[in-house]
């Protein structure tokens, strides 16, 4: 736990090789408790394996990633442990498509044992209220929309009540009409002040709702800082080549 | 090999007759499936001269014999491996066996002779067989002789596994001619087999009992002490008579009457069909399970472990396995094995290596991200697996479990080979007895045809039930 005290995570020399491919190539990041940072680049540059080194679903190559004050380098730290702190939201949703809507979002709390199966049953009907889907308890995931979805699995996340959450380009499976209300979850956790790191090639949301957005190409960070002066005032030739094609 | 051994040794010496060596012994009596009249079954019960002079022998020596009807092949090989303690099956003496068995005195005088279909005039004499070709028993005396005059009266010689399919290959003209020990041919012509003898019998051979070189001394003496009580009471000439004088042939003869004739043979059949089938499946589910969670674990060895187990069993045949484990296995660790076990053994090895394949495939058909999904909210690998993975993964599976259930099911019937008295080997001991392979055939596939429809059709509506 030797990352700065105000940092809510904090990346060092992160490098991650896939056999002889090397993906990152040395990142350095620190995140501030209730800092939303948005993180974009182009096709192929790291950015879902950057976050998927946050909680560990890749192994980290070299470097240190401190997330929440556990060291996750450090082997002797409980995993399942950590990663009830940092929720997930995935490009294809991954809800189980073999449960109810409610069951998906109660399984973790109750394998968790996180208090009495009620408890974990008013905790999903609240959540589900909090992403407009009441109405949907008992659905499948088969009979959702996709925008419906995405909005279950960001419920799914929540219901572990994390500090973090992580989304890997949440909207970008959606049809357009759907993406707005995928935005709109999003946004009201921002605003309630959640850790968020988001990978997103929604440019105008980067700028809405981001404090700082990170551009990053072939495994490194090259740009960063306030949307104002990422998107106004790039100081990068490879950060304006991107940011000419996508705006 | 006697199953109760123990101070047997230390008793013989102060013996003075065989009889008290082997009273109160069980002995295990090899014999073959199909050699009647020596052998065969009626309504399900072995019989013929073979069976009631060493159960008779036995009753006057006083010890048990418990018979296993494997086949000449087989009880042979059983034999060798002293997976039985004799052999009794219309078995000629000759100087070949004689370096690997001890022979008791013979006990009767058998000799070859040729028959010919009865719709057929032309052969009527060796020197009509130019340019044909006749069946024999595979390493019957029957075989050694045509061998042995085939190139003076230039015919080709044909080698077949048993009686009954000889006598179809006869009837159905795919030889002219078979060559047989004259009581077996004696007795299948009086049971219409469709058949006529057109010969003298030859000069022939002897038969005897056998043990295993150099084991069993007290079993053989007991057999030569029991046949001579026989010969002297004139209860060896009555069993020859009910065989070789009065062979009546009795029973029904329309397809319904050899329905319910065989009925209770193929029922028992079913039963251990369904007993061996059940027992593997089991079997083959847990070690499926198994060895298939290794194939996806993170760990090289275990995945080493599982790749070369499915490896082997699926890369050689079921029925070397089954002989492997039956005939080889016993010979490699001197432990006898039941056939029950060696064919439960094969088959849940053999099926368990398809059902490894068949949850690693349903295992790996799941999508990673749902894993990811579940790790990623704090779950544990076992969780995951419990409670994502494997209820879509067993919904996936299941039509293949299904189907590997009826592949075993089936196979089976391999086991008739070793001597498992399943569905398959209760047909053909009554068609040994009978000669009506055609119809038994069709009998025996309908019970399998229905059987498995059924179990499918059962197994499909669990399916339904259970995996919506
Ligand atoms: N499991 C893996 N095995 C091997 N290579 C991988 C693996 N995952 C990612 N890569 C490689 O790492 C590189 C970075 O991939 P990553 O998915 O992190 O990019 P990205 O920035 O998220 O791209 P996109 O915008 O297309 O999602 C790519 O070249 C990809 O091929
Ligand atoms: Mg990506």
Known sequence: MSASASSKISVRGLRKSFGSNEVLKGLDVEIAEGEVVCVIGPSGSGKSTFLRCLNKLDDITAGTVVVDGFDLTDKTVNLNEVRQHIGMVFQHFNLFPHMSVLQNIMLAPVELKRGSKADARATALTLLDRVGLSDKADARPAQLSGGQKQRVAIARSLAVNPDIMLFDEATSALDPEMVGEVLQVIRDLAAEGMTMVVVTHEMGFAREVADRVIFMADGLVVEEGTPAELFGNPQHQRTQDFLSKVL | ?468
Do not use: C, H, W
Not at chain 2, 92 to 116: C, H, K, N, W
Not at chain 2, 123 to 137: N, P, R
């Open chain 2, 1 to 468: 090999m006697a199953l109760a051994g123990g101070f047997v040794g230390v008793t013989a010496a102060a013996a003075s007759s065989p009889s008290t060596e082997v009273s109160g012994e069980t002995y295990i009596i090899g014999t073959d499936t199909t050699f009647a009249p020596f052998e065969y079954r009626e309504d399900g019960e072995l019989t013929g001269i073979d069976m009631d002079l060493v159960r008779d022998i036995a009753a006057s020596q006083g010890f048990t014999v418990e018979i296993q009807s494997l086949g000449f092949d087989a009880a042979l090989q059983a034999l060798q491996s002293n997976q039985v303690d004799g052999v009794i099956a219309g078995m000629s003496i000759t100087d070949e066996r004689e370096l690997i068995f001890d022979f008791s005195d013979p006990y009767f005088d058998s000799g070859v002779q040729m028959a010919v279909a009865e719709a057929n005039t032309e052969i009527t004499a060796y020197a009509d067989l130019a340019g044909e070709t006749v069946v024999a028993k595979r390493g019957s005396e029957g075989e050694t002789f045509a061998n042995s005059i085939k190139d003076e009266y230039g015919f080709t010689v044909k080698a077949l596994a048993d009686s009954a399919t000889m006598y179809d290959d006869v009837k159905a003209g795919n030889s002219v001619a078979v060559f047989d020990d004259y009581p077996v041919l004696a007795y299948g012509i009086n049971q219409n087999n469709g058949l006529k003898s057109v010969t003298e019998k030859e000069q022939g051979s002897s038969y005897g009992f056998a043990v295993n070189k150099g084991q069993n001394p007290e079993l053989l003496a007991a057999f030569n002490a029991g046949l001579a009580e026989l010969e002297a009471s004139g209860a060896y000439q009555d069993i020859l008579d009910t065989y070789l004088d009065a062979p009546a042939a009795s029973s029904d003869t329309s397809f319904f009457g050899l329905l319910s004739d065989s009925a209770p043979a193929l029922m028992k059949g079913l039963g251990l069909t369904l007993l061996a089938t059940a027992l593997s499946i089991l079997i083959a589910l847990v070690l499926g399970v198994l060895f298939g969670f290794f194939t996806v674990s993170e760990s090289r060895i275990l995945r080493g472990i599982a790749t070369t187990y499915v490896s082997i069993f699926r890369g050689t045949p079921l029925l070397v396995q089954a002989f492997f484990f039956y005939f080889g296995l016993p010979q490699l660790t001197g432990q006898p094995i039941d056939v029950l076990a060696a064919g439960v053994l094969t088959l849940s090895l053999n099926a368990g290596a398809y059902m490894t394949e068949i949850v690693r495939g349903g295992i790996q058909s799941v999508d990673a991200g749902q894993t990811e999904a579940g790790r990623s909210l704090g779950l544990g690998y076992v969780t995951t697996m419990r409670r994502v993975v494997l209820p879509q993964a067993v919904k996936i599976m299941t039509p293949s479990f299904i189907n590997q259930f009826v592949m075993t099911l089936k196979d089976t019937s391999l086991l008739a080979v070793i001597g498992f008295a399943e569905l398959t080997y209760q047909g053909q001991q009554i068609y040994a007895a009978n000669f009506r392979t055609g119809e038994t055939l069709l009998i025996v596939a309908a019970i399998y045809f229905i059987v498995i429809n059924l179990l499918t059709m059962l197994s499909n509506k669990l399916d339904k039930r259970f995996n919506k």
